[in-house]
């Protein structure tokens, strides 16, 4: 494999996103027989004809109720790499799983349906995608089949997504049509639609790229653990490399430490690369907690006031305590100044403002009550995005500035 991608899947109810990714994995012969046998009895069960939807939908309520509630993971390998499709709701009323699903992704692809106009909520997810930095977007317009695969059903919903992109300043990766039900243009291309000159779906995901980090190390403490009598810091790598006996620096503590130890599934390794979840056994433990950033050469910005995007999932007011969550960081923190916000359904801007509404979209300054290590989004995405909860609860998605 030379590389990986992660590819969020979104979509409103009933433009078929489930069963594209469904159908994707079942005809490049991913899915076990034993788990489309038992597909196939549950389809019986419910009275229903083979869904391919179902391969990803986990709970029985959406089945039957036929709309995603939680976000569901599927890998699938192909020949140039393997993608790690996530499908995420499109109900509005489940917009806080969208966006958790959303919020780690490398690239998007937004499935839509050929018959229906453009919505308000596809087009919120639009602007989501945006928001959240993810700037690889294909389009994927689906049911072909329910238009006799008529090209200018096609270019007519094209223009129209082309056109709000333009309007909200993004681009476009690709945009094609399929038929996910019957399995146009996902894995090879349609016979029926030879008027498409564009490659196939599978093919098209290797537009997508992954922006290499310009970072040093980056590791942030999930926990401490004491293994034989030594305190080992569990994590997972987020950018970078270190080698065992290099000295690195911790964010809460300031002081060079060096790297005993490198442990991963009881096995000693040599050196912690990027994505690894691993141990690290230091020359001095003391000190360090959950929360703290391990890094080598460039520091991270280490600050409690700072400039951010948020994208709201209840009420927010001005100078509110809030929990802030960044990667393994947890402390308090408060808006403190509201300089734009924009409404996602109506897009109206509004400025000099109070309080933020559900669905809004908002450039804000927030002051922690503790200092924290983070990075612009653009520049290193795992350290520049953020949760604000109340009471253990979501209220807004972030990116720093």
Same mark, same amino acid.
């Given at each position: 494999?030379?590389?990986?991608?992660?590819?969020?899947?979104?979509?409103?109810?009933?433009?078929?996103?489930?069963?594209?990714?469904?159908?994707?994995?079942? $005809?490049?012969?991913?899915?076990?027989? $034993?788990?489309?046998?038992?597909?196939?009895?549950?389809?019986?069960?419910?009275? !229903?004809?083979?869904?391919?939807?179902?391969?990803?939908?986990?709970?029985?309520?959406?089945?039957?109720?036929?709309?995603?509630?939680?976000?569901?993971?599927?890998?699938?390998?192909?020949?140039?790499?393997?993608?790690?499709? #996530?499908?995420?709701?499109?109900?509005?009323?489940?917009?806080?799983?969208?966006?958790?699903?959303?919020?780690?992704?490398?690239?998007?692809?937004?499935?839509?349906?050929?018959?229906?106009?453009?919505?308000?909520?596809?087009?919120?997810?639009?602007? #989501?995608?945006?928001?959240?930095?993810?700037?690889?977007?294909?389009?994927?317009?689906?049911?072909?089949?329910?238009?006799? @695969?008529?090209?200018?059903?096609? @270019?007519? !919903?094209?223009?129209?997504?082309?056109?709000?992109?333009?309007?909200?300043?993004?681009?476009?990766?690709?945009?094609?049509?399929? &038929?996910?039900?019957?399995?146009?243009?996902?894995?090879?291309?349609?016979?029926?639609?030879?008027?498409?000159?564009?490659?196939?779906?599978?093919?098209?995901?290797?537009?997508?790229?992954?922006?290499?980090?310009?970072?040093?190390?980056?590791?942030?403490?999930?926990?401490? @653990?004491?293994?034989?009598? !030594?305190?080992?810091?569990?994590?997972?790598?987020? &950018?970078?490399?270190?080698?065992?006996?290099?000295?690195?620096?911790?964010?809460?503590?300031?002081?060079?430490?060096?790297?005993?130890?490198?442990?991963?599934?009881?096995? #000693?390794?040599?050196?912690?690369?990027?994505?690894?979840?691993?141990?690290?056994?230091?020359?001095?433990?003391?000190?360090?907690?959950?929360?703290?950033?391990?890094?080598?050469?460039?520091?991270?910005?280490?600050?409690?006031?700072?400039?951010?995007?948020?994208?709201?999932?209840?009420?927010?007011?001005?100078?509110?305590?809030?929990?802030?969550?960044?990667?393994?960081?947890?402390? @308090?923190?408060?808006?403190?100044?509201?300089?734009?916000?924009?409404?996602?359904?109506?897009?109206?801007?509004?400025?000099?403002?109070?309080?933020?509404?559900?669905?809004?979209?908002?450039?804000?300054?927030?002051?922690?009550?503790?200092?924290?290590?983070?990075?612009?989004?653009?520049?290193?995405?795992?350290?520049?995005?953020?949760?604000?909860?109340?009471?253990?609860?979501?209220?807004?998605?972030?990116?720093?500035?």
């Amino acid at each position: 494999m030379n590389r990986q991608l992660k590819i969020v899947v979104v979509g409103e109810v009933d433009s078929g996103k489930s069963t594209l990714i469904g159908r994707l994995l079942f $005809d490049t012969g991913l899915i076990a027989k $034993d788990v489309k046998e038992g597909l196939k009895k549950t389809c019986e069960d419910l009275g !229903k004809n083979f869904e391919f939807a179902y391969l990803l939908d986990s709970f029985r309520e959406e089945r039957e109720e036929d709309f995603t509630l939680d976000t569901t993971q599927a890998l699938l390998k192909t020949e140039n790499g393997d993608f790690l499709l #996530v499908d995420v709701p499109g109900h509005r009323e489940f917009l806080k799983n969208m966006l958790t699903g959303a919020s780690y992704a490398d690239a998007a692809i937004l499935a839509v349906d050929v018959n229906s106009p453009l919505g308000e909520q596809a087009k919120r997810h639009l602007y #989501v995608l945006k928001f959240l930095g993810i700037n690889e977007v294909g389009i994927a317009v689906n049911k072909m089949d329910s238009v006799s @695969y008529s090209k200018e059903d096609f @270019y007519q !919903k094209k223009e129209a997504l082309m056109e709000f992109c333009k309007d909200i300043g993004m681009g476009l990766s690709f945009a094609m049509p399929v &038929s996910a039900k019957e399995g146009d243009n996902l894995i090879k291309e349609s016979s029926r639609m030879s008027w498409y000159e564009g490659p196939c779906l599978i093919e098209a995901l290797n537009i997508f790229t992954v922006k290499s980090s310009i970072f040093g190390f980056r590791f942030p403490i999930q926990d401490i @653990y004491d293994i034989k009598d !030594k305190k080992v810091a569990i994590g997972t790598v987020i &950018s970078g490399r270190a080698d065992r006996k290099d000295l690195v620096k911790v964010s809460s503590i300031g002081r060079e430490l060096k790297i005993k130890k490198v442990l991963a599934f009881n096995e #000693v390794k040599s050196r912690a690369e990027t994505g690894e979840s691993i141990g690290i056994v230091f020359d001095n433990n003391d000190g360090l907690k959950r929360g703290d950033v391990v890094y080598k050469n460039i520091p991270p910005r280490i600050t409690n006031e700072f400039q951010a995007r948020i994208f709201c999932l209840s009420e927010l007011k001005k100078q509110e305590r809030l929990s802030f969550k960044c990667v393994t960081q947890e402390v @308090y923190a408060r808006i403190c100044e509201i300089t734009e916000s924009i409404n996602t359904g109506t897009f109206e801007i509004r400025g000099n403002i109070e309080t933020l509404e559900e669905a809004d979209a908002a450039d804000v300054a927030i002051a922690t009550e503790a200092p924290v290590a983070i990075e612009k989004f653009q520049d290193l995405s795992y350290m520049g995005r953020f949760v604000l909860q109340r009471n253990g609860h979501t209220c807004a998605i972030g990116i720093v500035c």
